[in-house]
């Protein structure tokens, strides 16, 4: 059986079984997501066009993954002028895997449940570590926080991902940056602030 679904203004063909990159849902890995806007559905040599809908009918799936698409570079400049601009966008998927196509208001197989554990069976004890918050500037960096735009929260951030000297942010390449950016929840900030630039003026001074 086979049901064509729509979501985020975009048309799925789906079977039981496959997995489809939609635009961001809502929910963690392994909720259950219901399609109810089912456009057709197939069995066989039977097809149900809706109209627009299939009456009763929806098509469950399972959250796999939520993840951040391929980067897409966006260029801007005006002619006979100096102005340049570049930046990156990834757009926010969920990974979703087809359980269940239902037909006629029926509903989804209940998920088995995980068999209970021996009631005599001691719990493991983990060691809570507690790691302190670090400062602005890291012992032996330098104050990252001199970069305009830069302020004490992102430079901590920063150092928590092992960043502490100018010299490293001198020599990120565009990978780097993107990568570090989607970490620390800085998108966009290096390019707009000029972050590697003001660097490697930073670290010549140092």
């Not at 909720?31 to 149900?48: P, R, W």
């Not at 507690?130 to 150092?159: I, R």
Request: neutral net charge.
């Amino acid at each position: 059986m086979f049901a064509v679904i729509k979501t985020g203004g975009k048309q799925y063909k789906v079977a039981e079984g496959d997995e489809i990159v939609v635009e961001k849902l809502d929910g963690d890995a392994g909720a259950d997501i219901t399609f109810g806007d089912v456009l057709m559905l197939g069995d066989g040599g039977n097809v149900t066009i809706g109209e627009p809908l299939v009456a009763g009918a929806s098509v469950v799936g399972e959250v796999a993954e939520q993840r951040k698409g391929d980067k897409k570079l966006i260029m801007k400049k005006r002619q006979r002028n100096t102005y340049r601009r570049k930046k990156g966008h990834r757009q926010l998927e969920t990974v979703v895997k087809i359980t269940s196509i239902l037909a006629d208001g029926k509903k989804a197989p209940a998920k088995k449940k995980a068999a209970p554990k021996p009631a005599d069976e001691p719990k493991a004890e983990t060691a809570k570590e507690v790691t302190p918050a670090p400062a602005a500037k890291a012992e032996g960096g330098d104050d990252l926080t001199k970069m305009k735009g830069l302020g004490k929260v992102f430079a901590e951030k920063l150092n928590g991902e092992g960043v502490t000297t100018f010299a490293q942010i001198a020599a990120m390449s565009e990978d780097d940056i993107a990568a570090l950016e989607e970490k620390i929840g800085a998108s966009g900030k290096f390019e707009s602030n000029d972050w590697v630039a003001q660097a490697k003026d930073l670290a010549g001074d140092a």
